[in-house]
Each structure stands twice: as C-alpha cells, then as structure tokens.
C-alpha cells in the first residue's frame, strides 16, 4: 500500500484513471476505473485501497503483564471506616479548594501512622497527583508498593515512580543510578540529597554538569546550593555571574554577596559605600546617612550581574534601576549592620530618600524566613498590600496570627481571609489556640444572609473551616440555613456538615 492515490485527488478527477497496483487488488482497481463518472469511479478505488489497508493492518506486539506487586502490609483494609471516606475525598471532578486541603491532610494523616492507601482509593489518588503537582510531595508517601507498582503502568503517573528512585536512593549506588537514569525531578532529588551528605561531592557533581543543563535546570540546581552555601561555593558560582540566563544571574549575586570573603560581595559593598554619605545632626550615638543613586555606569557591572541598560517597560528610571540592581545582591543584614538601624528604621530612613521604591523593590526580593523582623516591617507597608498573605506566610503560625482578629466575620469585613489561607499551606493548619477563638465564629457565619449571592465567600469560609487546628473542630456548631436559603446556602451547609465530619474522622485513632 502507498499513497500514490492522493496526488490526482487532490488535483481533481477528469477522465477514468486507475490507480496503480499489482496483483488481484490492481483488477479491481482497473476495473472501477472504467465507469463513466470517473470521479465516482476514483473515490472507489481509495475506498478498497482503506478496506484491504484496515484488513492488513499489523497490531503491536502484546505487552508483557507485569510481575504483581509487592505485599504491603501497611495498605488500609478495604473494610476499614476510612476506605470509603478515602475513595470519595480523592474521586470526582475537579476538586474545590476544601477538598484539595483535605487531601492533603488525610495523606499526612496516613503517614504519620505509616499506613497506606487503600487499593480502592489508589487509582483516584494518582489522577489526582498527575493533576495536582503540589498534592505529590504528601501522596508519595502513602502510595506504598501497590500504588507505586500502579504507577510504573501509566506514563501519566510517574511522577510516583521516579521520585521513589531518589527517595529510596540512600547509598551513593542508588544516587548515581537516579542521576544518570533519572527525570530532571529525580536529578534534583538525587542533588538534594547528594549536597546534605558531602557537600564537596555535590559542587563536584554540578561543575560537572553545568554545560548540559537547561537555563531552568541551572536555576533549580544552584538554588538547591542555598542551604548549606559556604565560601567554598564562591568558585563555582563567580563564572555564572556572567551566564546567558538572566534569571541565574540574578540568582547567583546575592548569593555570592552571602559570603563576605568572596570578591563579588566585597565589590558590592564598596560601590553601595560610595552611595552612602554620612550626615551631620543625628541623634547622639547615632549616624545619619544619605543616599544617592549611581550617576553613570560603571566598567565593572559586567562582572558583578548588573545590567547597565536600563528594560524597555521597566517602572523605575534609569539612576533607580541602577541602584535597585546594587541593591537587591546585598544581603538585608548589611544594611542594618552598616546603618545601625532596625527594619522598621530602615523603612523609615527609606522613605525619606528619592529612592524608595528601588530600595523597597531590592530588599522585598531578598526577605524570607530567616529575617521575620523584615517580614514584620514590610506588613506595615500599604503599598505591598496584595501581597500581604506571601508575607505573612514567611512568619511563624503564632507571628502572623497576631495579625489577624479571632472572629470570622471580622476577617470577611476586613478582607483577609484571603490572606489567612494564602499564608497557611497545604498540609498546615492554623494554630489551636487561634482556631479554638475562631471555630465558634465560623460556624456561625456559615449560616449568614450574607452567603445568598457571594459564592467567593462560601468556598473561602468552607476552605478557613478545613485549616482549623484539629482541636477546635468540635467546637465548630454549623449554623443551620435560614427558611429561605437558596440551593446555594444549603449545599454550603450540607458541605460544611460534610467536611467537618470527613476531618474528625481523619484526625481520630486508626
């Protein structure tokens, strides 16, 4: 069979033409090919051309059964009261944002006990991992040999059985193996873990490598450096001052200006030294300090990932973007050591130059959770207000609970139960003490008029009900929907009901 046919078909039929073919299938070709309406005679012939193709097609050769799985011993029961409960949280359609917190819960829930899914359960919990990629870290936990062994049959599921390579992968066999033969996850995995044990082994491992990863790739693994970086870090990271990515350049800066003895770190220092001036009249003890922007670009910001030309779209000017670059490398300790000012101070001085805004992008870039007073001083900055509820999530529970006031209603009216959930993770909980004042609260509220018409706000207080501490969840009384409830209200009702059984059954005794 060939597709010499299509050719006169597609510059059209006007006289009887055969199509050529040997044997008894080229008779009856040719003898189609005699009818007057040579068109019709044509399109015959291609549909006996499909006929004996369909009639020869070769299937694939059988794919081989795999070997059955492992015994578990751990997988839960099929009879056991969770099962059902299990089978129903992970199947469905799409799931609402109660459910995928629930998710996760009930998976950490199973591993804190070192049980594993039921075998009912496990199909509709890979769909839901294949789906869902921050749900895998807790799932692969519980997912045990059946699961995994379900796993290696579908492509869409390995993301189950490549990450048990680098999981199980403990000896230096195992970690090779998962780097040479692993997906990128893997890979990283397997670095991950490779830099917790020998560090030196680790930086040996990316040199090495550098050349042949991805601009992403090259991000993920000099990120995964950051934990234990040290000086002896510097040599690898100074040539990627100057990578073709712009994305590892701005990486690989501030984290060369960690390390107080490398050269990249001093020359940062000292250019910002110049922009800084002393001035006279402070408060005794204490030193004033003035701030200029670079006036012209300077030979060395080749070397030291700064980009002298200033993005086309970019909000600040050109002397701001300049410093916004310096900025944004140093670490937030060197401005409170230089300037002997708090964070809170520090906001204060700011605000005081013409170079606020490049100041204030710079160190928002470079907070995290290991500067909790930065976090603390930037809350109180109107301007960051949308992203209030990143920030918060950089603090811990009892920090950023102080934040907000112990009544639902009160977060709804002033807008932050967005930013309770934004700031408590998958898998977290607020704490008890918070979720005890806040549980009578919010079941009151589930009951409001205010529910009719905003379907935002039943998803949100049905998702605030799902991050409650374990221990105030008896304490939660769902308020009944009023007479006139809309079939909204009470299948936020009939939800909530549901929810908070499903997590005081996930949180009792196996």
Known sequence: MNDAWLKPALLGIDRPQAIPMDGPVGEV???????????LGYSQQVGVLAACQRAAMRLAAPVPSPAPAAPDTAVLPADHRWSPLLKTLFSGGPPSPWVRRVRHEACLQMAAQGRHLPVASLHYALEAGARLIALRPHLRGVLGERGRWLAAC??????????????????AAELERAWQEG????RLQAFQQLRAQDAEQARNRLQESLKTLSARERVDFITALQPQLSDADAELLRPLL?????????LVGP????????????????????LLQEQRGGLPGRKAWVLAAPDA?????????????????ESLGERAWWLYQLARQLPLAWWEQTLQHSPTELLGWARSTDWYDALLR?????????????????????????????????LPPDQRERHWPANARELHEHRLLGDVLGSTAPGQTLSDAYSLRLAPSLGAQLGDEVLRYD???RDVLLELLAVLHPTALADVRVAEAPANATDAMLDCVQQAHQLLALRQALNSPL
């Open 29 to 39: 070709l040719a003898a189609l090919a005699t009818q007057d309406d040579a068109a």
């Open 242 to 250: 100057k990578d073709r990515s712009r994305e590892v350049r701005q």
């Open 255 to 274: 984290m060369l200006a960690r390390l107080p003895a490398a050269p990249h770190a001093q020359y940062l220092q000292a250019q910002m030294q110049t």
């Open 154 to 171: 579908n492509p869409d599921w390995a993301f189950a059985v490549d990450a048990s390579v680098a999981a199980e992968g403990t000896d």
């Open 362 to 394: 710079a160190w928002l870039e470079r907070v995290d959770a290991s500067t909790p007073q930065w976090v603390e001083a930037l809350i109180g900055v109107d301007s960051l207000r949308p992203r209030l509820g990143e920030l918060m999530a950089l």
């Open 183 to 186: 997906s990128a996850d893997v």
């Open 455 to 457: 379907y935002y706000l």
């Open 297 to 313: 670009a300077q030979p060395g910001w080749a070397d030291a990932a700064i980009d002298p030309k200033r993005p086309n779209g």
